[in-house]
């Protein structure tokens, strides 16, 4: 997988102690499936009825891997995804890379409406609003696939409740991987429900920060080098990023989190954690 997508396929986790077909483990039904491009893809399956979330936090999907030559037998294929859908949502949302040889997409993607995937209804992560300490602006970084929890926490009102400004940065490498983001900020303030559940004063408070590091496109750059030379602060009319007022989330690959992570730190930001609530937080889950 590139390395500046979120989640690697070195992530994948097997369970020794699987059912073989035909009754998946723990399936939901796909509901519906979007394709971006020809390397993203966004899928909607059933929410299991016992299943509670806090916005910003992922699960274990998968699909039931090749049979073993020797035994005939099945195990599952399972790797860690965001919820991209908002707590309150009756359906999960996931936003998902196609990797044509991985172990998993190269399955994943070709999912149609109707199928199953597994789904362990334990979710888990640090994207979570207990993670930070009350502040005034939040910002959320993202590169990739990353944007899928934040795609979650900006539908979720708790998010406007807390903050009186909403960064959104989301750096890609072509123009067609914004999409997803683009729509849904789009779609926020177009969506009659949404506008209602969260409030059209609340929705003035999100900030949109797309860049694209490949392709030509209007803003161009890793966020992390506008951040640095003060390219954001002086395009969005903010005075810098400062322990008393900001907060931030991160969700990307390995090498972004390290170097978001550095520039955050540059600023006097400390990283929390669900147990210690700080200035930011990373989601680690796809690494190592």
Avoid at 18 to 34: E, M, N
Avoid at 71 to 78: D, I, M, S
Wanted: glycine share 8%.
């Amino acid at each position: 997988m590139p390395a500046d997508e979120i989640m690697t396929e070195q992530t994948t986790v097997t369970q020794t102690d699987a059912r073989p077909v035909p009754t998946l483990p723990d399936a939901q039904t796909v509901i519906s499936v979007k394709h971006w491009t020809d390397r993203l893809f966004s899928f909607r399956v059933t929410r299991p009825a016992s299943l509670r979330f806090r916005s910003g936090e992922f699960v274990m999907i998968g699909l039931m891997g090749d049979p073993d030559p020797k035994t005939g037998k099945q195990k599952p294929l399972l790797r860690a995804y965001s919820i991209a859908s908002p707590s309150w949502d009756d359906a999960l949302e996931f936003y998902s890379i196609k990797v044509q040889d991985g172990p998993l997409t190269s399955k994943l993607q070709h999912i149609q409406p109707g199928d199953e995937i597994i789904l362990r209804p334990k979710p888990v992560g640090t994207l979570v609003h207990d993670a930070l300490l009350p502040g005034k602006r939040l910002w959320l970084f993202a590169t990739g696939t990353g944007f899928a929890p934040f795609a979650s926490l900006l539908r979720d009102p708790e998010t406007y409740e807390k903050f009186d400004e909403i960064v959104m940065t989301h750096t890609v490498r072509d123009v067609a991987e914004l999409e997803y983001g683009r729509q849904l900020i789009e779609n926020l303030a177009k969506d009659d429900m949404m506008e209602e559940l969260l409030g059209a004063e609340n929705l003035a408070k999100i900030r949109y920060y797309p860049t694209t590091t490949r392709e030509q496109s209007p803003k161009m750059g890793r966020i992390t080098n506008l951040l640095q030379d003060g390219t954001v602060f002086r395009d969005l009319g903010i005075d810098g990023i400062h322990p008393e007022t900001d907060r931030g989330m991160v969700c990307g690959s390995l090498d972004f989190n390290k170097d978001i992570k550095e520039v955050l730190e540059g600023f006097g930001l400390e990283e929390g954690a669900n147990s210690d609530p700080k200035h930011y937080v990373v989601e680690k889950a796809f690494v190592g």
